[in-house]
């Protein structure tokens, strides 16, 4: 019951529990559907396939039909799962018990993602296991700064919290790797298969194969070992995380052997060197398969998608960076040091980031300067363009390069004695600044307005489809628009917001000051 004295958000009136009860029944009639449709049409599928003669060679069109079946198959099971999820739901809502209810909706919308994953290309899929090795990782990373691993914590009391912390997350981080390597046997057979077509089509195109062919069949080549590295890796995490931590001896009884001066400290020191010892392998190795996993996605994300992806991470830590800055006290004793601690991590990750993407962009300068021998007398309106290119990457480079010695100046901040969080804030946003420039470079403002319009009338032309099909069926109501996510990051629009916010920010700290020296009235 929410009393008017309370701060909690309040529910609106109209959501109620009748209302609650047809949302759910409306979703469980949906979702029932949309799994019957599917499985009327796997087992149409499966008939089909299994009616081929054994002898006759199937089409490519067969083939696409026949993967499709299989992944259909894994995504039934899961489909099958969120309606019995969602029914209890339901049942939960009418008792009514919220709590189990709202348990058994994270259930269903689980089952319903793991379905949709099934389907997923190899790109979705490399970036799924990439970011849950991420999460893994960083947990791991979390536990390793424990008061078991910390020199000064001397407090037993603690430490056993700690210890008994870890072992109930071993278990839930060992599921999760688990699931993490099914995904990545999903990954492996995707490339294996990419990889067989890549190689068959280049004997197909005889002596002379496609350049393109050749860089891609090259890419699928070298992601092979490093797929296999990371699930090694992971393998390792799995195991190491399903071994029980060393037990502490108990305390002896009077009738034990007396212990040798020193023994009991020596046997202490051994245990907490074999705990810390394992830790720290796991989080090696977790450490390491999230890197080849980053490998692998440099491997099948452009340049552009990388330093897109570098600049909307720095302005999620500027974001955050604002936010503990707001909290800090005057002496700074209120400041958490784990929170500071894992802002110098993420902006170092984007500082090797942003180093790595300038050179790639130097290299690409000086690639495109240089036209082949090979390919005798070029162009001149091809040599124009290429130097443009060349020029173009050259500048970016540079840009990207000043980004990342804002970021190193950002880590000096966070990492000064007398910490000042607010300090850091100004290269940050110079960094963001320069990243958002040089994407500016890469992608001038006319080609992103015409991807813009291109699709802002796809979209247009949905809508209306759509509207032109709920007039059919009797159905009101405007459809909302799609969000595209790629103007969001439009270079030129978050660079005059990162401008606006830089100097509203300015604004808001000379106020500060100002309310701070106020003169005061004499009282005498």
Known sequence: VVTDSDDTARVPGWIDKDYLVESQTDLVQRSEELTTRLAAGLQAGLQSANSMDDGQQPTPEQVQEQEFLVKLQEAMPHLERANAAMKLAGEKIELPDYVLAGEKQAEAIQALQEARERFADLRSLIELAYAEESKIAGILSQMDRSPDSDPESDSAIEKSNQ???????????????????????????????????????????????????????????????????????????????????????????????????????????????????????????????????????????????????????????????????????????????????QLVSQQRELTEMADQIASVLQQQSEQSGQPNPADGDVDPQQKEMMEQDALKASKAAALVTEAEKQMTQAVAKLEAETLDIAQARTPQDMALEKLLEALQELQPPQQNQQQQNQQQQQQNDQQQDQQQQQQQEGQGGQPEPQSDQDSKMDPSRVLQAVRDREAQRRRDRDERQRAGRMPVEKDW
């Open 163 to 341: 210890r008994s912390l870890e072992e109930s997350v071993r278990p839930m981080l060992a599921e999760v790797q688990a699931k993490n390597l099914q995904r990545m046997d999903r990954l492996k057979a995707e490339i294996d298969k990419q990889l067989a077509a890549a190689r068959s089509a280049q004997e197909d195109a005889g002596a002379e194969p496609d350049e393109q062919a050749l860089a891609a069949t090259r890419r699928l080549e070298l992601a092979v070992p490093l797929v296999d590295q990371a699930m090694q890796k992971m393998q390792s995490v799995a195991n190491r995380l399903r071994q029980e931590l060393p037990q502490r001896e108990p305390a002896g009884d009077a009738n034990d052997s007396p212990e040798e001066p020193g023994e009991s400290e020596r046997g202490k020191e051994t245990e907490g060197e074999l705990v810390d010892e394992g830790a720290e392998l796991v989080r090696r190795d977790a450490d390491a398969a999230v890197k080849n996993l980053g490998d692998l996605r440099r491997l099948f994300f452009s340049i552009i998608e990388h330093l897109r992806e570098t600049a909307q991470r720095q302005a999620q830590l500027n974001d955050q960076t604002e936010s503990l800055a707001g909290t800090q006290s005057v002496d700074d004793s209120d400041t958490p040091e784990s929170e500071t601690t």
